[in-house]
Structure formats: C-alpha cells, structure tokens
C-alpha cells in the first residue's frame, strides 16, 4: 500500500525558513516532487525530482527552494528559505510509479498524493 506523510509546516515570518519531508513507503518511485495550492487558487507544482536526481523548479521558487530526496530513507525534502506570504498555502507531496514500458508518469492525474501539510508565511 502506498503511503505518503508530510510534515514540517507551519507558521512561520516572511524571511524566514521552512523545511517539509514526506516519508513514502509502499513502492520505490521515479520520480516525487511537491505542488501547493492556495485558498481559492488551483493546485500548482512546486519542484520535483527523478531517482537520479533531475531537479524542476517552478519559476516562482527557483533560488529559494532546493528539493533533495534520501534514496535510503525514501524520504523527499523542500527546503523553503526566504518565505514570502505569497508562499502561503497548504503544500502536498506527489510521487509517481514507472508504466510499464518503463516510462516515468509526470502528470498530477498519474501521481499518488499525501494528506498535504499548511505553510502559512506571515509579515
């Protein structure tokens, strides 16, 4: 069974820094990565990361977030510095299986989902 747990949200000032983890067990996937989503905004990604270790950022975080994953731990990390109040929203870890030709799926409908976990930047 496939579990996805994210913790370390929660409140902080803007300026300051926030690392999230979410623990994935279940399956050993190809690729994990981090969306957000916002009160009254749709779901959007954040960064993600493949098994060998290929970074996307979203053009909005890029030099203040660094997503990094412990193969060993099939742990994934987003260290979140120089918070903004825009960074405010309710972030989900999302993790993807290879089909079976062998491709790794990308697409937020392929991917399976933690229970997310709230950041809230204030000023």
């Known amino acids: 069974q496939v579990q996805l747990v994210e913790s370390g949200g929660g409140p902080v000032q803007a300026g300051g820094s926030l690392k999230l983890s979410c623990a994935a067990s279940g399956y050993i996937f190809c690729r994990m990565g981090w969306y957000r989503q916002a009160p009254g905004k749709e779901r959007e990604l954040v960064s993600t990361?493949?098994?060998?270790?290929?970074?996307n950022y979203a053009d909005s975080v890029k030099g203040r977030f660094t997503i990094s994953q412990d193969n060993d731990k099939n742990t994934l990390y987003l260290q979140m510095n120089s918070l903004k109040t825009e960074d405010t929203a309710t972030y989900y870890c999302?993790?993807?299986?290879?089909?079976?030709?062998?491709?790794?799926?990308?697409?937020?409908?392929?991917?399976?989902w933690g229970q997310g976990t709230q950041v809230a930047v204030s000023s």
């Open positions: 990361i493949t098994s060998a270790g290929t970074t």
């Open positions: 999302a993790a993807w299986r290879r089909s079976r030709l062998g491709y790794c799926y990308s697409s937020p409908d392929r991917a399976y």
